[in-house]
């Protein structure tokens, strides 16, 4: 007897439901790298996992040196196997600049549009959270309508992935047997547009550095000392101009090591998909590429490694003008890694660079941001081919395989520590304005997305 069916319908029925379970996961402002806001990601933790108690899974909160695990467990499944690892993170990004935001970001709302369409406006909507609740709908809608799951699920949602995971050792030391799968289904990436699913098949790296420079001992008159006292921020910002040179390509010695050139059956697969870099520029106000010269921008942000500069401080910031002369200015430096570029070689390579700059009376300080290698996934295995093929099913065009310019510490973990592979199908879109003001998430994936999770489930325990 067909169940899949059912199933659906019990997806579009839940609608209205599904969006006030949403919204309330929304609310909650679990911003990670915040101290601030710890306790508000514990209470984020406790939500959803009341949420996952809520559908008959057996729920478990573990504490970590940062913020906590949730892991959810099926009770019962239709097919033995097999087993998937779901895996999803709660926590967000933190919102500045606030004033930027049309709405406050932790008050969700749906915002229809002319032509029919509409979005879920929120900090987390699209970056971790509707994505989620994709998956949580689907499992709650299987087990509505059939009364359980097509397959053994596990769920693990994790609370640091906005900061660089770096309680994943930990964690995986002390519980890494509760999450053993036959392989994993991560949901945190986009489609290929509005109307093609994706398939990721390699992920970048990431290496985070903080980097303090201090010269004087104490914030000085710059006309006083100014030409004679060194500027922290002038010589942080030649600091940061040379780790680039004309080309585009980052200095630090042996940074290339272990960067591949892609293959020509990757490059044919790529120039096969309807790309265009002026669009792709022209959606964000920009016309002219950056970074290295020769390359494409699908092989700059897919297959090539970069050093961006995510926020600079120093001196006087506030409202008027003040004639300082600081004594400490700092950045928030990444590396974006690929092939088998090695993070801590990264690191160290980069803190000597600095190093080798700095006059003998100036001090550094350097403070990281989690480190994790590049990923490449298997899409050979059973978890890619039903999975493209239910994704077909829903949304009536094959769903195409692509790289990711971002970066899911979990992924290689997953692989270096269980050998556990990931698929990895997301619903976002590329001007879901992730990590930034007026994040949102469109009703339409939220809708197609807990649908095509709800099919993959079934197509894994082959239920139609
Ligand atoms: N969802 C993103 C990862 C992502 C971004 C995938 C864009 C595909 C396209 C994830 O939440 C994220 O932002 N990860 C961080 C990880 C970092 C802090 C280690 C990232 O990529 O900056
Ligand atoms: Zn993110």
Request: glycine letters at 10%; hydrophobic letters at 40%; one cysteine or more.
């Amino acid at each position: 007897r067909p169940m899949l069916p059912a199933v659906l319908n019990a997806c579009d029925a839940a609608r209205d439901a599904a969006l006030e379970r949403l919204f309330t996961f929304l609310r909650i402002p679990s911003i990670s790298t915040d101290p601030a806001y710890a306790g508000e990601v514990k209470r984020c933790a406790e939500h959803i996992a009341a949420d996952l108690a809520a559908i008959g899974l057996d729920v478990a909160v573990y504490p970590t040196e940062g913020h906590p695990m949730v892991v959810a467990k099926s009770r019962e499944s239709h097919a033995s196997g097999p087993h998937v690892l779901f895996y999803g993170h709660y926590d967000v990004q933190p919102v500045d600049p606030l004033d930027l935001w049309e709405t406050d970001p932790f008050d969700p709302r749906i915002v229809e549009r002319r032509d029919g369409t509409a979005k879920i406006v929120a900090r987390g909507s699209s970056d971790d959270k509707g994505q989620v609740m994709t998956f949580v709908e689907a499992c709650r809608a299987w087990i509505e309508a059939t009364g359980k799951l097509p397959v053994p699920v596990t769920i693990l949602l994790e609370g640091e992935e906005e900061s660089g995971s770096p309680s994943l050792d930990g964690f995986f030391k002390a519980h890494g047997d509760v999450i053993a799968a036959d392989f994993a289904l991560v949901c945190d990436t986009s489609q290929w547009d509005a109307e093609t699913p994706a398939i990721a098949t390699t992920l970048r790296g990431l290496v985070g550095e903080e980097v303090t420079i201090t010269c004087a001992d104490k914030d000085l008159h710059s006309g006083s000392f100014g030409g004679a006292a060194r500027n922290p921020i002038q010589l942080l910002a030649k600091i940061l101009a040379s780790l680039h040179d004309d080309d585009g390509r980052v200095t630090l010695p042996g940074f290339y090591d272990g960067v591949p050139e892609i293959s020509d059956a990757l490059r044919a697969m790529w120039d096969g998909l309807d790309f265009s870099e002026s669009d792709f520029l022209g959606e964000v106000g920009l016309s002219i590429p950056a970074g290295e010269t020769g390359r494409s921008v699908l092989e700059k942000i897919w297959a090539r490694p970069t050093c961006e500069v995510n926020g600079i401080t120093g001196g006087y910031t506030g409202k008027g003008f003040k004639t300082v002369l600081p004594s400490k200015a700092s950045a928030k430096v990444s590396f974006r890694l690929v092939g088998t570029q090695d993070p801590l070689a990264i690191r160290k390579a980069f803190r000597a660079h600095v190093e080798a700059m700095l006059p003998a009376d100036c001090k550094v300080e350097f403070h990281e941001h989690g480190a994790s290698p590049a990923t490449v996934l298997d899409v050979s295995g059973e978890g890619v081919s039903k999975a493209r093929q239910a994704l077909e099913e829903e949304w009536g065009r094959p769903a195409v395989l692509v790289g990711m310019g971002g970066s899911i510490p979990i992924v290689g973990a997953f692989k270096r520590r269980f050998g556990l592979d990931s698929v990895m199908v997301g619903y976002a879109l590329d001007n879901d304005q992730i990590h930034s003001p007026n994040e949102k998430y469109e009703l339409a994936s939220f809708i197609k997305g807990t649908r095509s999770w709800a099919r993959i489930l079934g197509a894994y325990g082959n239920l139609s």
